[in-house]
């Protein structure tokens, strides 16, 4: 059983990594190779819509055709049994690595005709991960929750069942003081990293245990 995680936020060692990594180490724990994939370390672009993935004869037929930094990654995509994505919310939706990784990885598989499933290997599981700063109940002034049921639809139109994990109200810095941050509730926001973002961590480990089981 093979998970791969993806981590579409630029930094590797914050809010999205550290519940990336417990994924992967709920999947370790239940004897699955789980990975964990940083896109920031990756050269890539988006979907440049060359539709070579769209040509029957090509040799690219229902794969990827750019040749960059996602390609190996993409590889280990098509062949996982159980696929998880993780990113920031960056004004509302994907952060910009994790948009052109879902571009890539999803437009190769999609045929525009109704005679054909699309071209994608069927996952066991597939979850995606969104952390922000918002509390749950303000992110629908933002137009999320349609962005995550657009992201969860596509998942599950490709691959498979699709769970989705939010983490909200995140500690954004390590030092709040240091930066003009005041329109946030720090000390709530401190108290909720500490209290609540470690069941969250658990949370993950066991989505990680139960995606592979
Ligand atoms: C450019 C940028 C845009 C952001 N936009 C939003 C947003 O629209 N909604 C939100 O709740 N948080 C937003 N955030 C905050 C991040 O989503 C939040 O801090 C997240 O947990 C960071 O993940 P990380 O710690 O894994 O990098 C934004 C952060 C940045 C840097």
Redesign the pocket.
């Known amino acids: 059983m093979r998970l791969l995680a993806i981590?579409g936020?630029?930094?590797k060692n914050?809010?999205?990594?550290?519940?990336l990594g417990e994924v992967v180490n709920g999947a370790a724990s239940q004897g699955a190779n789980a990975e964990l994939v940083h896109l920031r370390d990756k050269k890539y672009s988006g979907c440049t819509s060359c539709f070579a993935c769209k040509d029957p004869a090509g040799k690219y037929y229902g794969r990827c055709a750019m040749r960059d930094g996602l390609t190996g990654v993409l590889e280990t995509a098509h062949k996982a049994d159980v696929l998880v994505l993780?990113?920031?919310?960056?004004?509302?939706?994907e952060?910009s690595l994790m948009r052109a990784f879902m571009e890539r990885l999803c437009f190769q598989y999609h045929l525009y005709t109704d005679k054909k499933p699309p071209l994608s290997p069927r996952k066991k599981n597939v979850a995606l991960i969104?952390?922000?700063?918002?509390k749950r109940e303000?992110?629908a002034g933002?137009g999320?929750p349609a962005v995550i049921a657009n992201a969860k639809g596509i998942m599950e139109e490709l691959f498979a069942p699709c769970e989705v994990f939010l983490?909200?109200d995140?500690?954004?810095?390590n030092d709040y003081s240091r930066y003009e941050m005041d329109v946030w509730d720090v000390p709530g926001k401190l108290k909720r990293h500490e209290e609540i973002f470690p069941k969250e961590l658990g949370q993950a480990f066991e989505l990680g245990a139960r995606l592979v089981a």
């Open positions: 981590n936020s630029p930094r914050m809010n999205t990594a550290h519940l993780g990113t920031p919310v960056y004004y509302g939706g952060t969104y952390t922000m700063n918002v303000e992110m933002y999320t983490c909200c995140t500690k954004q810095v």
